[in-house]
């Protein structure tokens, strides 16, 4: 098992960028694959992006593939997301999640192990 803390978040401009980190404590961190959700107020959690656990493949949602970039660090168990352009539209709470297995799953029943989530605002 592996517990998660997201740090990154804030209120940017729009076209700003901000890299999120999630750090996770665990001892088989490089044995799950990763992913990164976000949700809206209102609105459901939803796959941004995520992982493999060797990180040699990668998954984007269609409409941020150019803008969000995911990796990860296995020696220091960190997963990164980092943002581009950011538009208003991009606000929300983002969250990572493990999922036990190498492979990526792109929903949220997919995933065992989630952080608290950092808030991201985008201004106009």
């Known amino acids: 098992q592996v517990q998660l803390v997201e740090s990154g978040g804030g209120l940017v401009q729009a076209g700003d960028s901000l890299r999120l980190s999630c750090a996770a404590s665990g001892r088989t961190f490089s044995s799950y694959a990763m992913g990164w959700f976000r949700q809206a107020p209102g609105k459901e959690r939803e796959i941004v992006a995520g992982?493999?656990?060797?990180?040699?493949?990668?998954y984007y949602v269609d409409s941020l593939k150019g803008r969000f970039t995911i990796s990860r660090d296995n020696a220091k168990s960190t997963v990164y997301l980092q943002m581009v352009s950011l538009k208003p539209e991009d606000t929300a709470a983002y969250y990572c999640a493990a999922r036990v297995g190498k492979f990526i799953g792109t929903t949220q029943s997919e995933y065992s192990y989630w952080g608290q989530g950092t808030q991201v605002t985008v201004s106009s």
């Open positions: 992982i493999t656990s060797n990180g040699g493949s990668v």
